[in-house]
Every structure is written in structure tokens, then in C-alpha cells.
């Protein structure tokens, strides 16, 4: 990934023809986003008690780098139960809304009373663990078969499982979507198939990116017939170069462009086009098997069949991102549901990671794609929630570091890509986004930009927090007619851990997140008990 990052030249966002430039006057009054008495006046004074405890416990460093540690000795000296009700009584109650569907239905039922609505998030989610690894290499070739196919069998019901779990969640948004208010569900990909599955997916996509730098010798971003040819000739036999370079070039312009050739070279066909290698290079071992052709097969199904609940009940669902080393599978799910599903109106959206140094060359790009195959551009635009995690593993396994160098540099492509966004909606190209920040600044400055085209309760905007996170934005907005929404995660809770340490992450001393939201939660408390 690193090296397609450095390769494909930069996208530069710039000013669409024609678009109205934005006034620095606002055309509404800016909201106060400190109104503490606004802010939590749905909120009883014991949520607030407890949500002072989280945030402060989240600020001790050595609680948040341990918590992992912590829970496990937990779990063996307090026991199962008492843990898990200790959680749920605290850092569970605070981000999560309960642990299935019938518990989350008076969260959200209070946020609609507060013209907010939900995205329903189950919040379990899967990952490669280091003991998977290890066990399966250590085996010979013959007993590592076995075990992978018994693993993914089991996997295969577990996943099943999980679909129907997201079936039920679309299902629920239906039912308790309010009037002026869109329904969605969050889908976590990894929950939905074998991570180690996803994780090579993601090798394929990014063998057929690297396939394509290879092919364009002048590096112009565009690949000739004779380039082709030249590229053909040299890694493959057997089919004639031309006629193969005929079914890639569909708009039969003479050349081929990344997006193009994306599209024609699927992750399901590569077989047939690496049967022919001249070398088993990383191309040939990114290939599937049969075997796993048949669970990616399998995986897509079930996808699609929540895809197409989605449509039919008119709730949008939304993919969210996960880690960088599944996020090419995900995207290449995500476009691939949004060609079939938002010819007529956006019904998938996908989600960008702004603090990772590709993320406006990807969201570039899948507006070309979207553009060309003329559907519905829909995207969540967030700043990444991994950051640790990925730094980690850039250090380990000596790559370049995916994330923006600086907090500034993450802010300022946050920016500027939202604006290019909301400029292109306003000239009224086929796209609808959702600001998910629990940055002030972004939100403004999306405001800021929205105002300049539509009234507050018409933009085509929808903006988002967390649970337990940034109420001030969420209740305020709700409050001032936007399109204001809650993520209402929820599911067992062992299953939601990753997530709610996360949470802690995020609201850690060294990433900052607490401080603001202590200083308004002390703020309404002496209010309320002493009236001050």
C-alpha cells in the first residue's frame, strides 16, 4: 500500500466549474456549542455522575495502556459475571446502549425525542490473532488444511450467525426510524467473514493495483495498448495481448485508466489471468484457491442479501473501516454494493479514513468510479480510529507509517476534502455524506460550507457522534433541525471490548479527547447541585 501511495500521483482537490464561492457570513446564527443546560437536559444527573468517572478514568495513562491486562485479571480473580456487570454498569452503560435489540430501543426513542437520530451499530467485531498464526504455521502442509477448513466451517456458522444478528438490526431501524429522520445500521465487515480470509482479499486488490503500476511505464496514470502489450507479453503467455487489452479497454478509447482497469480485473477472475504467469511471483500467490474462492463466494452472498434487505426497507447501511490490512477488501465490497444498490439513491455508504496519508487519493478515486458508472456517491468521512494500532504495526513490520504526521495535517485533509464534497452536492453531482466528528472546528467549517446552498434542515449533510461522546455536537445540531445522529452500539458485553477500548484510547491523556468533555460535564453538575 505504501508504495502504490507513492507511486500514483497525488489528487489534488480543487474548486468544481461553476460552484458558488462560499461566504464567510454565516446565513444562520452559529450555534453555541457550550450551552451545558441545552446539552444535557435530556440527561439525568447519575448518567452524568458516571460519565465524569469514565472520562476521568480515561485520562489515567497507565489504565488505558493496561486495560487489556486489567480485564483479563479481572475476569480470573472477580469471575465472569461480576466483571461483566461491573462493566455494564459503567464504561459499557456510558458507550454502549444496551446488549440486543430490545434493550436499545428506549435509547433510541429518548434521541428521537431530541431530533436525533440512530445508527444502529453491532458492535462485535473480528481480527487475526497471533495465536491463529502461530498454531497454523507450525503445522505441516497436510494438517494445515485440516484446521483451515474446520476453521472456516465453524466460521462460516459463526458469520452466519452475525448476518442474521444484521438482518434483525436493519429489521429494528425500520421499525424505530422517526419521520424526518433516515434509518442506518453500521456493518462491520470482519464479522461477516474469516479475517485471515479479508486480510488476503486485501493482498489481491493491492497485487492488481501494483499490476497496473507495472504495465504504466511512463507512470501518466494511464496504460497505452502498447504498454499493455509491452507488459502483457513480458509477465504472461498463452491469450493474445490485444484481444485481452480489447475486453479491459470498455470505453475503447485506446487507454486505460486505473479505475477501468479495476474494474475489469476482479478479485474473483484473477485466477484466470495468473494461470498464464510466466513466474510465481506475488501476483501468483495472492491468487485464490478453489477453496477460497468458495468462501469469498459465500462471503459476498451474505453481504449482498443484508445489501438487499437494506434497499427494500429503505435503511441505509453503512460499511465502516476497520484496520488498513483489511480496508482494500472492504473498500472493493463497499464499491461493488454501491454500483448494484445506489443507482436510484444512496442506500450503501462507505467509509474514509482521513488521517491515513491515501485516504484523498482513494475518495478521489471512488468519485471517478461513481461518476462513470453514474450512482450515488455515499460516504461516511471520519478521522480514524486505529492510530495506535497501526503505527504499531508500521514500526514492526518496517513500513512507512499510514497516518498523517501531525494532527494538523490529519485536520487540514479533513477540511479540505468535506469542502470539495459539499461544493461538488452543491452543483448537484450525485453524492450524500455524513460528517462523523466529534471536531467542533470540522463542524463548523462544514456548516459554514453547507449554508452557502442549503437551509439547516434541507442539506443533504448528515453529521454524527459516537455514544457517550460529543453531545454538545449531537444534541445541539438535533436541536437546530440538522440532520443529527447517534452510532447506538451494541451486543454481548465480551463482544464489544475492542470497542469500548477504543473508547479509552481515544479519551486517553495522550490523545486528548477528555478534557473538553469533563470540563462541560463539571460545568452542568455545579449547575444542577449547586445551582451555580
Known amino acids: 500500500l505504501a508504495s502504490c501511495r507513492r507511486s500514483f500521483p497525488r489528487q489534488s482537490v480543487v474548486r468544481q466549474p461553476g460552484a458558488r464561492p462560499f461566504s464567510s457570513d454565516n446565513k444562520h446564527k452559529p450555534i453555541d456549542f457550550t450551552d451545558t443546560k441545552l446539552i444535557f437536559q435530556s440527561k439525568s444527573t447519575y448518567s452524568l455522575i458516571r460519565a465524569y468517572f469514565v472520562f476521568q478514568s480515561c485520562r489515567v495513562q497507565a489504565i488505558v495502556d493496561n486495560s487489556e491486562k486489567l480485564l483479563r485479571t479481572s475476569y480470573s480473580v472477580l469471575g465472569d459475571r461480576l466483571t461483566d456487570i461491573i462493566m455494564k454498569k459503567t464504561y459499557f452503560a456510558h458507550f454502549c446502549a444496551g446488549e440486543d435489540e430490545k434493550e436499545i430501543i428506549p435509547v433510541i426513542n429518548d434521541l428521537e425525542r431530541n431530533g436525533i437520530g440512530s445508527i444502529l451499530d453491532y458492535a462485535a467485531e473480528a481480527d487475526i490473532t497471533d495465536d491463529t498464526i502461530d498454531v497454523i504455521e507450525s503445522l505441516s502442509e497436510e494438517e494445515k488444511e485440516i484446521v483451515v477448513r474446520t476453521y472456516a466451517y465453524k466460521n462460516e456458522r459463526l458469520c452466519d450467525e452475525r448476518a442474521e444478528t444484521f ?13 424526518s429522520s433516515n434509518g442506518f445500521v453500521a456493518v462491520k465487515i470482519t464479522a461477516l467473514t474469516n479475517p485471515q480470509l479479508l486480510e488476503k482479499m486485501s493482498k489481491v486488490v493491492v497485487e492488481i493495483r501494483n499490476l497496473f503500476l507495472k504495465f504504466d511505464k511512463n507512470k501518466n496514470g494511464l496504460i497505452s495498448a502498447d504498454e499493455f502489450k509491452r507488459g502483457y507479453d513480458y509477465f504472461f503467455s498463452g491469450e493474445q495481448a490485444d484481444d485481452v487489452f480489447k475486453l479491459i479497454d470498455t470505453d475503447k478509447s485506446g487507454q486505460v485508466d486505473y479505475v477501468t482497469w479495476s474494474n475489469s480485473i476482479t478479485v474473483e477472475d484473477l485466477h484466470l489471468l495468473t494461470s498464464q504467469c510466466r513466474e510465481k511471483g506475488p501476483l ?4 485464490f484457491t478453489d477453496h477460497e474462492r468458495d468462501l469469498l463466494l459465500s462471503f459476498r452472498k451474505r453481504v ?3 445489501a438487499q434487505l437494506a434497499s427494500d426497507l429503505d435503511v441505509n447501511m453503512m460499511i465502516d473501516a476497520e484496520h488498513t490490512y483489511f480496508q482494500p477488501a472492504i473498500d472493493n465490497v463497499a464499491i461493488t454494493l454501491m454500483k448494484e444498490f445506489n443507482t436510484k439513491k444512496p442506500v450503501i455508504f462507505s467509509t474514509y479514513q482521513m488521517y491515513l496519508v491515501d485516504s484523498e487519493w482513494r475518495l478521489q478515486t471512488d468519485l471517478i468510479r461513481a461518476k462513470q458508472g453514474d450512482y450515488y456517491f455515499a460516504a461516511k468521512i471520519v478521522r480514524g480510529a486505529y492510530m495506535e494500532l497501526e503505527r504499531a504495526l508500521a514500526l514492526k513490520n518496517h513500513y512507512d507509517d499510514p497516518i498523517h504526521a501531525t494532527k494538523q495535517d490529519t485536520d487540514d485533509n479533513y477540511n479540505r476534502n468535506v469542502e470539495n464534497l459539499v461544493q461538488r452536492m452543491g452543483n448537484n453531482e450525485k453524492i450524500e455524506i455524513m460528517i462523523a466528528s466529534h471536531n467542533q472546528e470540522s463542524v463548523e467549517h462544514t456548516l459554514r460550507c453547507a449554508e452557502e446552498y442549503w ?9 454524527a457522534q459516537l455514544m457517550g461522546m460529543a453531545d454538545n455536537l449531537t444534541f445541539l445540531l438535533g436541536n437546530k433541525n440538522y440532520k443529527a445522529y447517534k452510532y447506538v452500539p451494541y451486543g454481548a458485553v465480551k463482544e464489544v471490548m475492542p470497542y469500548l477500548m477504543r473508547r479509552g ?21 455545579r449547575r444542577r447541585l449547586f445551582n451555580r
Open 284 to 287: 501468483f500467490h495472492a491468487t
Open 304 to 306: 449482498r442479501k443484508l
Open 167 to 179: 438482518d434483525k438490526c436493519l429489521r429494528s431501524a425500520n421499525v424505530v426510524k422517526g419521520s
Open 505 to 525: 484510547q481515544e479519551n486517553s491523556g495522550m490523545m486528548g479527547g477528555a478534557g473538553a468533555e469533563i470540563k462541560m460535564l463539571s460545568q452542568e453538575l
Open 455 to 463: 437551509k439547516p434542515e434541507e442539506a443533504p449533510i448528515h453529521f
